[in-house]
């Protein structure tokens, strides 16, 4: 009988976080203001409580996981690493493809990894009520289950379009005790000046981040705080307990390395948590492809520039340095709601700078008709973002395929789509198209968003 399912004990659950700012060969740049100063942890304190600032600066390797926290992350970790056979099998492909379960959370994705550090660090702050974006409704779900757990209050920011698109997102976060907005929304200023611009605006995470933003420095009890669910540091290191897992798996299945690992990017926390351990082999001499793929609607990592910009719309937020379309940008309605993200984290921005990862962007009905034959393969129904990893896995083991090489491949699996139907429908019911940004709005919203603001310089060590 073919294995399936690599499983770990309780007690095998990673006891540290991995921080690719120790080994990057050329560190990230600083966060800046818009006059070019540096970002200091007081001008993040408006937001964030320190535990969590701190933990975004540090340039430790290893950083350990307060054990009350690691019990809370034990109730469904460590995950699973599964070989999606069927799918090798219905392609003819000698590649062994390896993915790693995050559906299995409370919420459904990998987005609980953080959410639960995140309100458990803010409760051990003295943080009462926690704001935040939500795009396709999995990270706001996530902490509002992680609110739950730890005793907080949340309030969550829908991007309109997915709020329309998934209405059973908002139940959920009701049922774990938190409120649910679309957004743009009256209940800010910020929201109430997208309204008055664009009064048809699907929204964006862009515009969602400055309402959630502004929610939170607007209580000036400093009882509430702000959480943000990728892009940052401290955001990507909770996740890398999915690609640590997964390399004592893939010992399980007698693999020393992947020659392959794949993750879909947004802000680019799943695909970080996955790769980083793995990137971390590569900066150290293994050869391995790593591929971020992300909607061709919404290029930052294989079309933008590496500048620095803001992370909200309204540019409440400090600039970070990244592969940005410009924080004016509105993706396209598309159904992958977490893919559209303006920017990409920091941290991924440089590693590709570096020539560590190799992005890859696809166009939507490609990666619905993965989704597809996933479904009627393996059996499960993946998140319409999961199916950007599923659909470059389905290339990479054509590909080998083409070379009749046996490759592993390793990706994230990371969210299931049953709360997402009204995609596939879309799909079905030939609704769906492929959509690329024309060149001149592309333009427009690079010019329009950087103008003024401080250069970035895309440095590297020259090594890949
Ligand atoms: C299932 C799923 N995968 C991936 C993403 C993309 O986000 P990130 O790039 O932070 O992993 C999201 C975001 O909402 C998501 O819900």
Known sequence: MIEQKYVLRDDEIPRQWYNLAADLPTPMQPLKTP?????TPEMMAAIFPMNLIEQDASQERWIDIPEPLLELLASWRPGPLK????????????????????STSPAGSHKPNSALAQAWYNKQFGTERLTTETGAGQWGSALCFSCAQVGLECKVFMVRISFDQKPYRKIL????GGTCIPSPSNETEAGRRF??????????????????VEAAVSDKSGKTKYSLGSVLNHVLLHQTIIGQEAKKQLALAGIKKPDIVI????????????????VCDKIHGDEITIIP??????PSLTKAPFAYD??????????????????????????????????????????????????????????YAAAVQWARTEGT?????????????????????????????????SGHGLLDLSGYEAYFSGRLEDYEIPEEEFRKSLYSSLEGLPDAEAKKSGKW
């Open 310 to 367: 803001f992370g909200d719309t309204s540019g409440m937020t400090p600039l970070l340095p990244m592969h940005t379309l410009g924080h004016n940008f509105v993706a396209p309605p598309l159904h992958a709601g977490g893919l559209r993200y303006h920017g990409m984290a920091p941290l991924v921005s440089q590693a590709v700078v570096e020539g560590l990862l190799e992005p890859q962007s696809i166009p939507q009905l490609e990666c």
């Open 381 to 413: 129904i993946c998140a319409p973002e999961t199916s950007h990893a599923i659909a470059a896995t389905i290339r990479e083991a054509n590909k080998a395929k083409e070379e009749g090489k046996e490759k592993v491949i390793l990706f994230g699996y």
């Open 173 to 176: 976060m009701e049922t774990w």
């Open 263 to 278: 993750g879909c990017a947004g802000g680019g926390s799943n695909f970080a948590g996955l790769s980083f351990p793995f």
């Open 83 to 102: 070989r999606a056979w069927r799918l090798e099998k219905a392609l003819g492909t000698p590649a062994k493809i390896f993915y790693k379960d995050e």
């Open 195 to 212: 309204l008055e611009q664009y009064p048809d605006t699907p929204g964006s995470l862009g515009m969602a981040i400055s309402e959630a």
């Open 35 to 39: 006059d070019g100063q540096l970002v």
């Open 293 to 298: 793929v992300e909607p061709q609607s919404c």
